[in-house]
């Protein structure tokens, strides 16, 4: 199970579940604009960030402009929790604090 994947959730309420995270906390959600695209909302020092992944022409998976493909969104993850964010204003940041998801 994804711990971070909140599913179908707006960029509001990623906003709301990230406020009382610190900077660097992240979750993978739906993307609001496409059903078969994923959004990952970060908590930044500034505020809030969403970023989409885009799905190149062979099916993987890329964040950003610069960031390598993977094969997977969890492949995504784990390389930026090791790795800077390849976006302008976050290049700073890693994903180091997943949102968990909280089941009844």
């Keep these: 199970?994804?711990?971070?994947?909140?599913?179908a959730i707006s960029?509001?309420?990623a906003e709301s579940?990230?406020?009382?995270c610190k900077e660097s906390s992240y979750l993978v959600r739906n993307s609001q604009t496409c059903c078969t695209?994923?959004?990952l909302s970060i908590r930044s020092c500034k505020g809030?960030?969403?970023?989409?992944?885009?799905q190149t022409?062979?099916?993987r998976y890329v964040l950003g402009e610069n960031s390598p493909p993977f094969c997977t969104i969890p492949e995504v993850?784990?390389?930026y929790t090791t790795h800077k964010l390849p976006?302008?204003?976050?290049?700073?940041?890693?994903?180091?604090?997943?949102?968990?998801v909280q089941t009844l």
Aim: proline share 2%.
């Design 11 to 13: 960029r509001g309420e």
């Design 17 to 20: 579940l990230l406020t009382l």
């Design 57 to 59: 022409a062979d099916g």
């Design 1 to 7: 199970m994804l711990i971070w994947y909140h599913g």
């Design 48 to 54: 809030f960030m969403h970023m989409k992944f885009t």
């Design 37 to 39: 695209d994923y959004s």
């Design 87 to 100: 976006i302008r204003a976050a290049e700073h940041m890693s994903l180091l604090y997943p949102v968990i």
């Design 77 to 79: 993850i784990h390389y």
